[in-house]
């Protein structure tokens, strides 16, 4: 998996920031107070630290980090066996819900049945997770898998 860009907006103190991530080395440099330490704060929010309220720039309704990875076919397949093999062994139901900006498809798969690998995804970039985990979340199942095209 490569990191592509962080989008940042509304974190902290910061408005609206992106940073593309080159091949090779990426460098963060500035001023004390110029933040670097917020833009790590970001990163570390996407990539699933708990972060209180007060991470909202002052203002503003929510803060919004988004996080494009380029991942590539063998992970996927990896991931679908993976989720596939946790099914099985906890006889779990699965509901997959696929989108980018929205929900694009909700597919649920009875205990032991989910056939994740041979599912295509694609989308249209302008990756946002809320819709896709309030659709999530209306279904109450044993297990939810939220995937999106990871373009935006």
């Known amino acids: ?7 940042i907006e509304d974190f902290g103190l910061i408005a609206r920031a992106e940073l593309d991530f080159a091949g090779g080395l990426t460098a963060c440099t500035g001023e004390t107070g110029s933040g670097k330490t917020m833009l790590l704060g970001a990163l570390a929010f996407v990539l699933g630290e708990r972060a209180s309220a007060d991470v909202v720039r002052g203002g503003a309704a929510r803060a919004r980090v988004t996080l494009e990875v380029d991942a590539d076919a063998a992970l996927l397949e ?10 099985r062994r906890l006889e779990a139901a699965v509901v997959l819900v696929v989108g980018d900006d929205r929900v694009r498809r909700v597919t649920r798969f009875e205990p032991g049945r989910a056939k994740l690998g041979a ?34």
């Open 78 to 87: 990896r991931f679908a066996r993976e989720i596939e093999a946790i099914t």
């Open 1 to 7: 998996m490569k990191l592509q860009r962080l989008v």
């Open 119 to 152: 599912l295509e995804f694609s989308g249209g970039g302008g990756t946002d997770f809320t819709p896709l985990l309030e659709e999530a979340e209306r279904h109450h199942p044993d297990l939810v898998v939220v995937l999106t095209d990871l373009d935006g």
